[in-house]
């Protein structure tokens, strides 16, 4: 007897599920890098440097249910719109995964150091930055462009972070040139965490191009009554 084709709802739907996978992943791995360098806890860094082989192979996986929506069923408009944010959600949460497991490595080399400062700017900035993640793919979800556009807000705060930590190394270089090598980590850390945060405003960007059509990459932050 032949098997019944999946519906192509319940379809895109195994699709949305498996994204949501996806970015708890790369959400618990962000945690865990900054966790680990607040705590100096060299345990937590370990699991955030090993952890991202389940994202990596989830990566795969979308693309492919990706690529088999497109080819059997020829979707239109929204749907096709949805395919294609699926894709471009997938990638940037790899990259997220990415920058997580480099965020665990300049963790650990810093923590063979003394602590240069008491770390306040760049655990904020790990909240900030989880936060944005959490709530672009909410706004997947629920089709949220409202909930999108306070994404694209929240980065302008990132950006201000990365800079007060920039500011405030480099001062501390200057007085001693013993802090150098640290400093530089706690720079690099601060800008993978920056990237993070970028990467959740390309998820959110994608949700309101799926649910409006409209492509705010380039024009400058969306307009909240648009």
Known sequence: MERAVPHFQDELEGLQTRLLEMGGLAEELVRLAVQGLVTRDVS????????????NQLHIEIDNR???LL??????ATDLRAIVASAKINTDL???GDLAVNTAEAAKR???HPPVKRLVDIPQMGEIAQGMLRDALDAFVRRDTGLARRVLNEDDRLDALKTKVFRELLN???KDPATVEPSLDLILISRHLERIGDHATNIAEDVIFMVSALDVRHAGQP???A
């Open 44 to 55: 937590l860094l370990d699991k955030a440097h090993h952890g991202d082989e389940p994202i």
């Open 66 to 68: 990706c690529f088999k």
């Open 71 to 76: 080819a059997l069923h020829q979707p239109m």
């Open 94 to 96: 790899e990259r997220v």
């Open 110 to 112: 810093y923590n063979n």
């Open 172 to 174: 501390y270089m200057l």
């Open 223 to 225: 307009d909240a009554d």
